[in-house]
């Protein structure tokens, strides 16, 4: 098992590019999420996806949209990257509510 | 509003010490406590989990202790190694409404040999 796999691990955006960070899993879980982790600040929650087809807000939500097509995939989407968009982005999946979330390697996004 | 708050942010330990990393949270419906350990260019991975109905879980030279009446949680790491250092982030979720966890904003640990 491969786990959570995202591509790219690094990019370079200039202000008011659009990208997608793509993330799969290969684990079946139903859960699935999206975080940005920048210094000194933690795990910011973006979305989140509770199955194919249903997703839903997170804490820090602008700028940034999701879809959910399948189980497996969960692309971010930057439409009009912004130098505060600079961050780690890490996606992550859990097999239930409650339990073990397992995390990509992360992208190391810069807006420039 | 920061659900959980993590101290200290960062902490230097040498080998052999005890490593302490405290958390706080004011939402006393949360009900599920993990801790995660992140490697520098690794996602965060889960290290121990505890829940609310015991005040101690222990695995090796790791250990939560929870004070349900305090709402404060802390990981203590034993004979800390220098492989221990790592940024560790403590989290909190309810079972009942957002099962979502929120996260502290991490400590900082440097093992000294």
């Known amino acids: 098992n491969a786990g959570v796999t995202q591509t790219p691990k690094f990019r370079i955006l200039k202000i008011g590019q659009s990208m997608t960070l793509q993330c799969t899993q290969d684990m079946n879980h139903n859960y699935m999420y999206w975080y940005r982790q920048d210094p000194g600040m933690g795990l910011k929650l973006i979305y989140y996806s509770v199955g194919a087809g249903i997703t839903d807000k997170g804490e820090v939500p602008n700028g940034y949209n999701v879809s959910r097509s399948t189980t497996e995939d969960f692309p971010l989407r930057l439409e009009l990257a912004a130098p505060s968009q600079t961050s780690v982005y890490f996606c992550?999946?859990?097999?239930?509510?409650?339990?073990?979330?397992?995390f990509g390697q992360g992208t190391r996004l810069t807006v420039v | 509003q920061q659900q959980v708050k993590q101290s200290p942010q960062s902490l230097i330990v040498q080998k052999g010490g005890i490593s302490i990393i405290n958390c706080a949270y004011e939402?006393?419906?949360?009900?599920?406590f993990p801790w995660y350990q992140q490697f520098p260019g690794k996602g965060p991975a889960l290290l121990i989990a505890i829940r609310p109905d015991v005040s101690e879980k222990k695995e090796g030279r790791f250990t939560i202790s929870f004070n349900k009446s305090a709402k404060q949680f802390s990981l203590h790491i034993m004979d800390s190694q220098p492989g221990d250092s790592a940024t560790y982030f403590c989290?909190?979720?309810?079972?009942?409404?957002?099962?979502?966890?929120?996260f502290g904003r991490g400590t900082s640990l440097i093992v000294h040999p």
């Open positions: 989290a909190a979720s309810i079972k009942g409404g957002s099962y979502i966890p929120t």
């Open positions: 992550a999946s859990s097999p239930k509510l409650q339990a073990e979330a397992f």
């Open positions: 939402n006393t419906a949360f009900d599920y």
